[in-house]
């Protein structure tokens, strides 16, 4: 047996100018691990699934010297103006913050925030006082 026999026809490909959600979409969509990347006819590399994550991680500031703090917050306009208030009157910045809506809750939202200090004890505590829910665990 040859692999001709075995081999894809209708191979799925994107170019170096797609875009990294539209990769993320087509791998999704066709339960793929891993698409070509070609420039016209050529292969010119493989993007991975795993090379996916390392722009997530890249994006959210793993690698620089940082801590996370989780917070429960409401879902209304405004939130996160205050939360940036919070960390800047500390001294510190918002390397990266992601969030998304409650399943348990419409009406509040998971952040998640990386800053730029290993210590956030201070900053959970002032969290606590502007009345959010501060889930992030540290060492007392």
Do not use: W
């Not at 001709?4 to 691990?33: K, Y």
């Not at 994006?59 to 939130?79: A, C, K, N, W």
């Amino acid at each position: 047996m040859f692999v001709g026999r075995r081999m894809t026809r209708n191979v799925v490909t994107v170019t170096r100018d797609t875009s990294v959600l539209a990769v993320r979409s087509i791998l999704h969509e066709h339960q793929f691990n891993q698409v070509p990347v070609v420039d016209g006819q050529k292969v010119v590399g493989i993007i991975t699934t795993s090379d996916l994550l390392n722009v997530l991680l890249e994006v959210m500031g793993m690698g620089t010297p940082s801590s996370r703090i989780e917070l429960s917050i409401p879902s209304d306009m405004g939130e996160l103006e205050k939360i940036a208030g919070i960390v800047k009157a500390r001294g510190l910045t918002i390397i990266s913050m992601v969030s998304s809506v409650s399943k348990d809750d419409p009406g509040s939202r998971l952040a998640v925030i990386r800053v730029n200090t290993e210590d956030v004890r201070d900053l959970c505590k002032a969290m606590r006082d502007a009345g959010y829910s501060v889930t992030t665990r540290y060492e007392e």
